[in-house]
Every structure is written in C-alpha cells, then in structure tokens.
C-alpha cells in the first residue's frame, strides 16, 4: 500500500522560501506520477505541480518560475521548492501519487495516494 508523508511546512514572510518534502513508501517512485496538490480556503482543489514516473515535471501555469518539483528515486522523495512565497501561497500542501498510468499523470485531479498535508502560512 502505497503511503506518503509530507514535511516542511510552516510559517514564512511574503518573499520568503520553504521546501516540501514527500517520504514515499510502498511503492517504486519511479514508475510512478507523483505530485503536489494544494487547498486554499474558499478556493477549488488545485494542481501545484507534478512529475512523471520519467522525470517530466508540469507546473500550473500560474506558479511557474516560483516552484520547483523535483524528485529523488534513489531514495523514494518528492520535493516542492517554493520561492517567492505570496499570501496567496498559504494553503494546506498535499502530496499525491499515482501508479495507474505507466508512469504518467493522471488529467484530473484524480490521484489514487494523497498524504496527510502540510501547511503552508505566507503572512504579508
């Protein structure tokens, strides 16, 4: 059974940064979509950014440039460099995965593995 579990949120300035991390276990990252999808309040579920089981990251377009996925299969984690933070950025940060697409991503915001979340606080 697939589980993950995130790490790093907190409390930051407008400006600032914070690196999410996602311990994967139960299954081989590799082959897997793997991703982060956040919830802000009063705002519909929102794909941050993922990356294909081959290393191919997507972002949303409004956070390209601020946001880094990356992942490390090594050692089955899943990071999420968030720069130039915004009070808009402050949400509960989720880690998703899922190994139904040979590797690639699903359309939707349909993923079959969700961590317990992160919180991530911008203040202004």
């Known amino acids: 059974e697939a589980e993950l579990a995130e790490s790093g949120g907190g409390s930051v300035q407008a400006g600032g940064s914070l690196r999410l991390s996602c311990a994967a276990s139960?299954?081989?990252?590799?082959?897997?979509?793997m991703g982060w999808v956040r919830q802000r309040p009063g705002k519909e579920r929102e794909r941050v950014a993922t990356i294909t089981g081959y290393g191919a990251p997507k972002y949303a377009n409004s956070l390209k440039g601020r946001f880094t996925i990356s992942k490390d299969n090594s050692k089955n984690i899943l990071y999420l460099q968030m720069n130039s933070l915004q009070p808009d950025d402050s949400s509960m940060y989720y880690c998703?995965?899922?190994?139904?697409?040979?590797?690639?991503?699903?359309?939707?915001?349909?993923?079959?593995?969700w961590g317990q979340g992160t919180q991530v606080s911008v203040s202004s």
């Open positions: 139960g299954f081989n990252a590799s082959r897997y979509c």
């Open positions: 998703v995965a899922d190994g139904a697409y040979n590797g690639y991503c699903p359309a939707e915001n349909i993923f079959a593995s």
